[in-house]
């Protein structure tokens, strides 16, 4: 169907690629989402006053752009402290706090709807504040808290398509690579888009079909 | 270990450079927004079509952007179209990258916020002899555009943070793509991204507040 | 006048008017009751064409609602009607409720359509809400304004399906004043109510609907003073 100059060595590349814009995801949303939950449990416990500071600094990964939040970690790593230090590196650990300050307020929402009533009812039981968390709280926000997190876990791997400025080569860029020696745009980008899709599209309908199934349940 | 010397001084004089960038970057923001929400509403409208086809459009339009990194939808914009003879400016490649984009996450929006609007309000219009479009314009898309003014807050702040993608298809006006020729000239990576990073900072923020106080103006109801 | 001839609907597979006919003459005012799920609502909604229909025919002014080529927007120029649910425009203001379909359907100027509302307005009794959001507004109110929505279309029948249904008790009385009104006025009603004391008081005539059909239809001195049938007789004795 295509005339193309594609050869199987392209195609690993290609994989190669993907490979790392999938192991950048698991590195990112695991570490992001560990960390995430402490700050989104911290920043509900202490309140709105005296979490400020920390609202302050997730809201910063929020509300600057990611290629910048790459190139100012990389040079300040490796530059001004003077650390070598890989690019996967840099990009992984950009990308942990990147979905951690998203995930901390999906974790805050989860708490926040969990009603008072249920709780106190807990407390009244006895239960410790750890109990009351683990078997109240958690369950409880899981299911409002749950659809945005594979959200946001699915919006991290598209985000990984500009770790490409801090030389690590994942899906996007290994595409751009080859567009520039083939010259065969728009097929190789068919490519690229369709793994996204492919891998993006399934697990965002099974996202939505548990947002509206729990929600049929309330 | 700490032998780097800030020099700040360097980087600060480019600042006017990089306000001019940071206008570029408002500018398509706002326009790509302006853009979006308009073809928004009409997906809407061919997702609540009976035509099949209208409605196949509207997915497939919502399920792309969803589901593909924006940087991708800005080198399709670019080089896919490339391909079929329609050759783009960074510009324009830019802005409809980020117009597409803005458009399938409203559409999803609008969709939302459809739902939380009871159905009786469209019987109530109708039955006071509005045709279906009327009770649309003048009823429904009302309401839907004040439930889905939050969504559609966060999507100017991302449609600003995306502006920064242009760097890919060689933009080079708008406050990233100034950032980055600034860099290549100077090699102060930190000072010149900062200071790009604190005026990001200053936009998304000026957009969450006042969306906020606008808010509270505009739906007194 | 509104004719209905044998008319048939159903929703599935249950069929909930089983060959209705019924002429409402310019002027008449009647009240239609009946246990729920009788179908009395639905007809109020197929005559104004909202609800299709499955046979039968259905004929206000002598057109045919539910025939191919008439236009229902123009059609239901004629008709207003208010529902159970007030359906307030939450994002208008009172006066601006009013206006809307004055402007967009009638093609009135602001002007107009703005010294219509307020008429209609004062005259349900809500003048000194004209400039607040519904959301202001207790049931009743919402209701009246949503009956001065209905009559500043200049209409020439009016349908009512339980508007008192869905209000508190102590505000089912201003609203029922002000279909009193109406009724005084010679305006042409259908009112679809669970209230007999208002029904025995404005109707011309009253209609009992049971099961998909009218059981009984005649003066309220007769249908409320001597019922024929059994179950007009077990309906009474039940809400009464």
């Known amino acids: 169907m295509f005339d193309t100059a594609l050869t199987v060595n392209d195609l690993l590349f290609l994989a190669r690629g993907a490979g790392m814009t999938l192991l950048v995801t698991a590195i990112a949303v695991g570490l992001g989402t560990l960390m995430g939950i402490v700050f989104g449990v911290v920043r509900y416990q202490v309140g709105p006053w005296w979490g400020a500071p920390l609202t302050f600094f997730l809201d910063i990964f929020r509300s600057i752009p990611l290629l910048i939040q790459l190139v100012l970690a990389n040079a300040f790593v490796t530059t001004v402290l003077g650390f070598r230090v890989s690019g996967f590196t840099v990009a992984c650990g950009v990308l942990s706090l990147y979905t951690a300050a998203y995930c901390a307020e999906i974790v805050r929402g989860g708490i926040e709807a969990v009603p008072q009533t249920v709780r106190r009812a807990a407390r009244s039981l006895g239960m410790s504040w750890g109990q009351d968390m683990t078997h109240i709280v958690l369950p409880l926000a899981t299911r409002v808290a749950l659809p945005s997190w594979i959200g946001l876990a699915l919006g991290v791997m598209k985000d990984t398509s500009l770790v490409f400025v801090v030389q690590v080569v994942e899906l996007l860029k290994s595409t751009q690579i080859l567009i520039t020696r083939l010259q065969e745009p728009l097929f190789l980008l068919l490519i690229c888009g369709l793994f996204y899709f492919l891998i993006s599209f399934p697990i965002a309908r099974f996202g939505g079909y548990l947002e509206k199934k729990w929600l049929a349940n309330d | 270990m700490f032998n780097y010397t800030f020099r700040w001084n360097q980087a600060l004089k480019s600042l006017p450079q990089m306000l001019e960038g940071a206008l570029v970057t408002m500018e398509i923001a706002i326009l790509s927004m302006v853009i979006g929400i308009a073809i928004a509403i009409v997906l809407t409208l061919f997702r609540l079509s009976p035509l099949r086809p209208l409605r196949a459009v509207a997915a497939v339009w919502v399920e792309i952007a969803r589901n593909t990194p924006a940087l991708f939808q800005i080198y399709m914009v670019h080089f896919g179209l490339g391909s079929f003879g329609i050759h783009l400016t960074p510009y324009l490649s830019l802005l409809i990258g980020i117009a597409y984009n803005n458009a399938g996450y409203l559409t999803e929006n609008f969709r939302g916020a459809l739902t939380a609007i009871p159905e009786t309000q469209t019987r109530a219009a109708r039955s006071l002899g509005m045709t279906s479009l009327q009770a649309f314009r003048h009823v429904v898309m009302p309401q839907m555009l004040r439930i889905a003014f939050l969504p559609m807050t966060n999507q100017m702040v991302w449609a600003i943070l995306m502006t920064s993608l242009g760097a890919v298809v060689a933009m080079n006006s708008d406050l990233y793509g100034v950032a980055n020729d600034l860099n290549a000239r100077t090699f102060r990576t930190f000072e010149i991204f900062a200071i790009a990073a604190v005026i990001f900072y200053l936009i998304t923020k000026t957009i969450t507040i006042s969306a906020r106080l606008l808010a509270a103006r505009l739906f007194r109801y | ?240």
């Open chain 3, 1 to 240: 006048m509104i004719e209905i001839e044998n008319v048939r609907k159903s929703f599935g597979s249950l069929e909930v008017l089983k060959g209705v006919s019924l002429t409402v003459p310019k002027g008449e005012v009647l009240t239609v009751i009946g246990g729920s799920g009788s179908g009395k609502s639905t007809l109020l909604t197929c005559i104004n064409g909202l609800e299709p229909i499955d046979s039968g025919r259905i004929l206000v002014d002598g057109v045919e609602v539910h025939a191919k080529g008439t236009d229902l927007n123009r059609l239901r120029r004629k008709i207003g009607i208010v529902f159970q649910q007030w359906n307030a425009f939450p994002h208008l203001t009172v006066l601006e409720n009013v206006m809307l379909a004055q402007r967009k359907v009638l093609g009135r100027s602001r002007a107009e359509a703005e010294a219509e509302a307020v008429r209609q307005l004062k005259h349900v009794g809500l003048g000194d809400k004209l400039s607040v959001y519904p959301s202001r507004l207790s049931g009743g109110q919402q209701q009246r304004m949503a009956i001065a929505r209905a009559l500043a279309m200049s209409p020439d029948y009016m349908l009512f399906d339980e508007v008192t249904s869905a209000l508190d008790p102590q505000l089912v009385g201003e609203v029922l004043d002000t279909l009193r009104m109406l009724a005084a006025e010679g305006m042409t009603m259908i009112c679809v109510t669970h209230e007999m004391k208002f029904a025995r008081e404005v109707s011309d005539r009253v209609a009992f609907f049971h099961q998909g059909v009218i059981a009984e239809i005649a003066p309220p001195e007769e249908l409320f003073g001597a019922p024929r049938t059994p179950e007009l007789q077990k309906f009474l004795a039940a809400t009464v």
